[in-house]
């Protein structure tokens, strides 16, 4: 298919603090629904928000910070509505000795340079099906 040809949106986040979906899922399939039959859309969706994927850089988040605190547990993209991703990282910015509070913008950057991704693919599902799609779409190899 000619590239020029291919629809894509960026990947959002499912909390958006209204509970609008009930999962990644559920926002996935109201994306299908509102754009229609369009076979060069490809939906994705963070769990409840996009910092799950920063949550693996932990050890740099706490560099960042300037502050110790242990990462919350279980699986990035599992970190639930009750305190999603990005106030686990809030929090460890405004505990810390760094300028000021987490901003997405500014921040996430800075979490993510010289960081191998692969580090937040192998343990986040949504976040390598994105990237998957980016791969087919650029007809790179699959990250299996």
Known sequence: MPREAVSFVQSPNVYTGTKDFKDAADAKAQMKKWVGNNLQFYPHAAQYDFEAWLLPFWDRIQELAKYKKSPPSGQPEQVNHHKPPSKHIQEIFEL?????????????????????????????????????????????DMIH
């Open 96 to 140: 810390g000795k760094c300028r000021d509070s987490y901003s997405k913008t500014r921040d996430a950057p800075n979490i993510l340079k010289d960081q191998d991704l692969m580090k937040a693919v192998t343990v986040c599902p949504e976040l390598k099906a994105f990237v998957n799609t980016i791969l087919l779409l650029c007809d790179g």
